[in-house]
């Protein structure tokens, strides 16, 4: 059975949206683009008989580098039913495109590559919400890298959002990839918690990202 969403659902929906971003972001996402949802303009759910629950969405995103950079998509996520441990399913169709940032990826990566000594910094956002420009490709990238922990932790009464990066740290490597390994703060919006969680990240402009490790963290005081 499908039906438009009553207003006692339409949380469930916005988080099913989030989620959507959260995925456009690990797979669409990179150092020069981040996605955030300007607008959902049409949400159902459909109860599917032994399988779970399947939210129908039409979004509207913008880049958060590029404000003009509008783009419309249509996305599925579908929550297995009593799997509480099973990522959900995420189809998303883009309606347009984005603007190319392969010149701007590729400044990002020499940069880093360049560099003497290895970058480490630490509360990205900080206190105030600023982000020195030469820290913004770390800021995204860790989107990028967040989305797809978003979307492998989530179920359909969770909504998580990156809060901030505590640290980064790159690592030297013998090969082409960059390596950072980030410390973040995701913020649970049901729960309200925020949680300390691990990401260990290689990024190339050919080849993407890979979240090669991550792992939630245990609270501590400093949090």
Not at 104 to 115: E, G, H, P, T, V
Not at 119 to 133: F, M
Not at 169 to 179: F, I
């Amino acid at each position: 059975m499908e039906a438009l969403l009553q207003h006692s659902t339409t949380a469930a929906a916005g988080r099913a949206a989030a989620l959507a971003v959260a995925y456009l972001n690990h797979r669409r996402g990179g150092p020069s683009r981040g996605l955030v949802l300007h607008a959902v303009t049409t949400a159902t759910a459909q109860d599917i008989d032994n399988v779970g629950r399947k939210y129908h969405l039409k979004l509207v995103l913008e880049d958060i580098l590029e404000k003009d950079n509008i783009v419309n998509c249509t996305a599925e996520i579908l929550y297995h039913l009593g799997k509480e441990n099973a990522a959900p399913d995420v189809h998303f169709t883009i309606e347009g495109e984005f603007k190319n940032t392969d010149e701007q990826d590729n400044i990002f990566y020499n940069r880093i590559k360049s560099l003497k000594k290895e970058l480490v910094a630490q509360n990205i956002p900080d206190s105030h919400g600023n982000v020195p420009p030469e820290m913004e490709p770390i800021r995204l990238l860790a989107r990028v890298a967040a989305g797809y922990v978003i979307w492998q932790n989530s179920t359909e009464n969770t909504r998580y959002e990156l809060a901030q990066i505590k640290d980064v740290r790159q690592v030297k490597r013998s090969d082409d990839y960059l390596e950072f390994d980030y410390m973040v703060l995701l913020h649970e919006f049901v729960s309200q918690e925020i949680i300390p969680w691990q990401m260990t990240v290689l990024w190339h402009p050919q080849h993407g990202i890979k979240v090669t490790q991550n792992s939630r963290q245990p609270k501590h005081a400093e949090y």
